[in-house]
């Protein structure tokens, strides 16, 4: 059974509570079942109209924000012992950490905008940004919205692409890199833009 198969059996059985209790398992590093996958899924359902979009994605939104919640707190609580500790466990291997850390100095908070699209770091940033203290302020703001705009973007593959979807999905999945770094530069530029605009008499 492949990973669309696992998602669409669960979806079967336990419809919305997939998203509400299925996606904080994925942040938790127990991607069961996996992120990308749910919510195209999802969005497909919602595009047949056997799932509401709007619950859709509010259900998909607070199962993330949940996710992100929890595992700030237990980096927060623990610190780096849990690296040292569980790191094996959660996928938490130091050198990942290390290399997030080195990104995370140079980007910020902004970083959080678009790390939930990266695959196999999505599923610690929650513990990272708990263990270096970022303030739970900013969670809200970055790494919520973050969060948000990966649920519209995999729901919106499902939604808009519809019987294509798994053509598109793949597509996606193989050209993360290429699309992170295009969006990443674009990101980059808006805010060089602003900040020149805002040094203007």
């Known amino acids: 059974m492949n990973l669309i198969e696992v998602v669409e059996q669960l979806f079967a059985h336990y419809g919305y509570f997939v998203l509400l209790l299925g996606l904080p398992l994925d942040f938790i590093a127990l991607p069961i079942p996996p992120g990308n996958s749910t919510l195209t899924y999802t969005g497909y359902l919602a595009y047949q109209g056997v799932l509401d979009t709007l619950p859709s994605i509010m259900l998909a939104m607070a199962g993330a924000m949940i996710g992100v919640t929890v595992t700030y707190y237990l ?13 094996r466990y959660i996928l938490l291997k130091p050198t990942v950490v290390e290399k997030t850390k080195r990104y995370y100095d140079k980007y910020g908070d902004k ?34 919205t973050g969060a948000g705009l990966w649920v519209l973007f995999f729901f919106g593959i499902g939604y808009i692409f519809g019987e294509q979807w798994q053509y598109v999905f793949n597509l996606v999945e193989q050209y993360t890199k290429f699309l992170l770094i295009g969006a990443g530069c674009l990101l980059a530029g808006w805010f060089i833009l602003k900040k020149y605009l805002t040094r203007q008499p």
């Open 111 to 144: 970083l959080l905008l678009l790390i939930f699209f990266v695959p196999g770091i999505r599923q610690f940033i929650g513990y990272f940004i708990g263990i270096i203290r970022v303030p739970f302020r900013n969670v809200i703001i970055y790494a919520y």
């Open 75 to 87: 980096g927060y609580r623990l610190g780096t012992p849990l690296i040292e500790r569980y790191g």
